[in-house]
């Protein structure tokens, strides 16, 4: 599981969207960009389909799930 607390463009507020990560100042869950990704989407259809998340946000976001995983991997099959 990816730690999201760690992310600048994110935030999860208890009340707002049931407490899910979401972009910043926004209520859009970041489980949306995934699905859209993975639905074919490129990040410039998800940024004109979902207004108040720019480019920057997005990088972010991507960068950080990259940073996670290459961690847990690193941890789960260490270089010998």
């Known amino acids: ?3 999201w ?3 600048p463009a994110v935030e999860s507020v208890p009340g707002r969207v049931s407490g899910a990560w979401v972009f910043k100042g ?3 869950p970041v489980y949306v960009l995934f699905e859209n990704l993975a639905a074919g989407a ?3 259809d998800f940024i004109e389909w979902f207004g ?3 480019e920057s946000e997005v990088a ?3 960068n950080h799930a990259a940073q996670e995983l290459r961690a847990k991997a690193a941890h789960a ?3 010998r």
């Open 5 to 7: 607390s760690k992310c």
């Open 60 to 62: 972010t976001v991507l």
């Open 26 to 28: 926004t209520r859009l």
């Open 1 to 3: 599981m990816i730690d």
């Open 52 to 54: 108040g998340v720019g």
């Open 42 to 44: 490129t990040i410039y």
């Open 77 to 79: 099959y260490p270089v």
